[in-house]
């Protein structure tokens, strides 16, 4: 019982998480109270949810949550406080686990989509981050954490053409998992043929959203946020053995 309901605090709290996220940045607060329900109800969070050990990605993800909002609020209004608590946030989603690069991958979003002003100025608001990322980074490989020689993972920064040959095949199956229900965790678990059939499933899955929706994608800026923030995120999931439950900040 106390575990159980550990596991269904932290999935309450990343639900309350998402809620925000989406009132903040979704703009009319029906829009975002039916997003919050879809997260709520995704059956690619289902592990995260349930498995004890994935209970470390719901952390991920309300510290990476949390620390989205403070950089919108520093944003927005300004204040190095909020900025410090985006980047303490972030820090501790990130011991966490490295499912909390996914928080980055909005935070870029926010600044490629939704700021305005010189371009210089949004990257240099995108320095901390880079900053708190390699040192995380520095500290990770120190510690001797990683994977290599695992024809399932491909670290970008061991084998760049390995991992890049992965998003080739592991992305679309992602894409397909979160729009059209297709679970990617048995991509691996059949011929090749399969596999190949499997990608370009999700490539014209891919290509009928983008028609679907290019015109609010090209009208709408909180439309591209969203979109890249997903497209973005999915680039360090792509490193891991494709699965639905590495889903919840791409979903």
């Not at 349930?50 to 620390?67: D, E, P, Q």
């Not at 040192?135 to 990683?146: M, N, P, S, T, V």
């Not at 923030?229 to 999931?237: A, E, I, R, T």
């Amino acid at each position: 019982r106390v575990v159980m309901g550990t596991i269904a605090r932290r999935s309450i709290a990343a639900i309350l998480v998402a809620a925000l996220l989406l009132r903040r940045l979704c703009g009319a607060a029906e829009v975002a109270a039916l997003a919050a329900l879809l997260f709520a109800v995704s059956d690619t969070h289902v592990q995260p949810a349930a498995w004890l050990c994935n209970r470390n990605a719901l952390i991920c993800f309300v510290l990476g949550g949390l620390a989205i909002l403070a950089h919108v609020r520093w944003r927005r209004r300004g204040g190095l406080a909020w900025l410090a608590a985006a980047l303490v946030a972030a820090a501790a989603a990130l011991l966490g686990g490295e499912a909390a690069i996914g928080a980055f991958a909005y935070i870029a979003a926010h600044e490629l989509f939704l700021e305005r002003g010189a371009v210089a100025r949004r990257l240099l608001a995108l320095l901390p981050y880079a900053l708190l990322a390699v040192g995380w980074q520095l500290g990770y490989r120190a510690l001797g954490f990683g994977a290599a020689g695992l024809g399932w993972y491909q670290d970008p920064a061991v084998d760049l053409p390995g991992y890049l040959a992965a998003v080739g095949e592991r992305l679309p199956a992602l894409l397909l998992a979160q729009w059209a229900r297709v679970s990617a965790d048995l991509l691996y678990f059949v011929s090749r043929p399969w596999q190949l059939a499997w990608v370009a499933g999700g490539l014209v899955v891919m290509g009928g959203l983008g028609l679907v929706f290019w015109r609010q994608l090209r009208e709408d800026a909180r439309a591209r946020f969203w979109a890249g923030g997903m497209l973005l995120s999915l680039l360090p999931v792509c490193a891991a053995f494709p699965m639905d439950r590495a889903l919840l900040f791409p979903g």
